[in-house]
């Protein structure tokens, strides 16, 4: 079994930058790929970017450039770097994680083994 949980929502201006973070515990991330989703209101969860065990990356297109998913085993986190953002980007957003460490990406919720509670992003203009 695998807990995860985010941290690191919160308000920011357009244009502004947060770095969420997402702590596994229970089981080490080992071998498992990580994935960031979001979901705004009345909309569907929505795929965001993915990072292999190996450290291999995918990003979803309209965050291309602007985020950046990293890992560190060590401490068995994921991040999820977010600069230049915009309203759109507005969302809860969620980290979850696949038993299937080496694929790269994986865009479906229902592929995911784990998922965190959730943390907010909200985007001012």
């Known amino acids: 079994q695998v807990q995860l949980v985010e941290s690191g929502g919160g308000l920011v201006q357009v244009g502004g930058s947060l770095k969420l973070s997402c702590a596994a515990s229970?089981?080490?991330?080992?071998?498992?790929?990580a994935g960031w989703f979001r979901q705004a209101p009345g909309k569907e969860r929505e795929y965001v970017a993915r990072?292999?065990?190996?450290?291999?990356?995918d990003y979803e297109d309209s965050v291309k450039g602007r985020f950046t998913i990293s890992r560190d085993n060590a401490k068995n986190t994921v991040y999820l770097q977010m600069n230049s953002l915009k309203p759109d980007d507005t969302a809860v957003y969620y980290c979850?994680?696949?038993?299937?460490?080496?694929?790269?990406?994986?865009?479906?919720?229902?592929?995911?083994?784990?998922w965190g509670q959730g943390t907010q992003v909200t985007v001012s203009s």
């Open positions: 990072i292999t065990w190996t450290g291999i990356t």
């Open positions: 979850a994680a696949d038993f299937r460490g080496i694929y790269t990406r994986v865009i479906a919720t229902d592929d995911y083994n784990y």
């Open positions: 229970g089981r080490t991330f080992g071998g498992y790929a």
